[in-house]
C-alpha cells in the first residue's frame, strides 16, 4: 500500500470521514550534484557573509523580507510561530460547484485520498454523492504550516484532493500584450477549424513520453555500465525570423493531414493485396533464395570447363586437323 502523507477527515455536513492523503505525481526528473571539473568532489555550500567572510550554521540565521534594495524586515520566530495556521486534521468542504466552472489555471498539485481506519462506508457514500451530482466540492485544509484551497473530485472511483492556486497568485491575461487590431477572414478561420478536427483523437497520455529525460537516463546508464560516450541526436534548429504566408501555411498543413489520412486508409487493402498475389506467385515460380543458389552454382560449373578463347592455340589448331 502506498504511503501516506497526512491523515485527518473530510467534514462533510455533520459528517466526517477519515482518510489518508497519498502522492499522485511522481518526480521523474534527473537530479544532478554540483561536483569538481574531475568529478571526485562533490561541492558544498556555506551560509558567510560576504562582508566579513564569517560562516553562519543554519540555527544561527533569522528571516528577513527585502522591503527596500539592502533592506529587511525581520521576522522573529516566535512571530511566526504565532501566525502560523492551526495545524488541524479536517478538510472542511466549504461548498459545491460545478468543475466546468473552475477554471484548470488554478489548479496546483493532485492526490489521491484513501479511506482510514473505520471510513470505508463514509468514503463509499462521498464517492457516489459526488457523482451522482456531478459536483466538485470546494475545500480548506492545513498541511505543511500552510493553509492550502482545494477541490474534491472523483476518478476511477477513488477521491482526489487537488490543491488550488488563489485568486491573487494567478495573473490576469490584461497584463499580456494581446493581438489588437488583427483580423482574420473567414476562409483562414474555416482552414484552421479543419485542421483542428483532422487532427483531433482521444487523448491517450501513454502515448506521450519525455523523449530528453529517457535520453539522459540511458546516458547515465551507459555511463555508469563503463561504455563509451554517446552523443545524443539532436534535431536540427528551426529556421526563424521567415515571414510565412499564413493562407498558404494552413493550406499546405491541411493538404499533409489529408494525405496522410489517406496513405493509412490505403494501407491496409494494399497490404492485403500484395500478401494474396505474393501467395500466388511464389506458387508458380521459385523463390529469390533459390534462384540466387542455382544462379551461384551455374556460374561455377561454366567457370570450371574451359573456354575456346582461353585455349592455347596449339590445341585449337590439332582440333581443326583432326576435322
Known sequence: MARSLWSGSISFGLVNVPVKL??????????????????????RRKLYCPDTGKEYDFGETARGFEVAPDQYVIIEEEEFARLKPEQGHAIEIQEFVDLQDVDPVYFDRPYYLSPAKGGDKGYKLMVEAIETSGKVGIARFVMHQRQHLAVLRVRDHALVLETMHYHDEVGDVSDLDLPGKVSVNQRERELAVQI??????????ERYHDEYRE??????????????ETVLAQAPPEPGGKVIDLMEALKKSLAQRSGA????GEAAP????????????SAQRKTPAKKAASKTRASKAKSKAPSSRTQPKTQRARQKKSA
Open 22 to 43: 497519498h502522492t499522485v505525481v511522481r518526480d521523474r526528473q534527473v537530479h544532478f550534484h554540483m561536483m569538481t571539473p574531475d568529478g571526485t568532489c562533490r561541492l
Open 196 to 205: 483542428i478536427e483532422s487532427m483531433s483523437t482521444a487523448f491517450e497520455p
Open 215 to 228: 535520453q539522459l537516463e540511458e546516458l547515465i546508464r551507459e555511463r555508469s555500465e563503463g561504455e563509451e
Open 261 to 264: 489520412a489517406a496513405d493509412a
Open 270 to 281: 494494399k497490404a492485403s493485396k500484395r500478401g494474396a498475389s505474393t501467395t500466388r506467385k
